[in-house]
């Protein structure tokens, strides 16, 4: 049976994408990306922490400093989990 990763994702009204993603072991690892360009990544010790060093990201990244009404809440799914993320 394949592990899925607990991810958290939200949507921007500037076309970018953050994600959150739980790994094994309690690590959270963050990235930022718009389209296939990857702008950050990072980790951190929870999902609060997590997500927040993501929108802070995204604002030093791209000036995005405010959510409006056509960014997403961060949405939760289960996603398998890639060869690359068990390190």
Avoid: I, K, Y
Avoid at 21 to 46: C, H, I, N
């Amino acid at each position: 049976m394949s592990r899925r990763l607990v991810v958290w994702e939200s949507h921007h009204d500037n076309g970018w994408t953050t994600t959150v993603a739980e790994q094994p072991g309690g690590v959270f690892v963050l990235r930022l990306r718009d389209g296939s360009a990857e702008g950050f990544s990072g980790q951190a010790g929870s999902v609060s922490e997590a997500c927040a060093a993501a929108l802070e990201a995204l604002a030093r990244t791209t000036g995005h400093v405010r959510c409006s009404l056509r960014c997403s809440e961060w949405a939760l799914s289960l996603e398998p989990e890639s060869e690359g993320s068990r390190d």
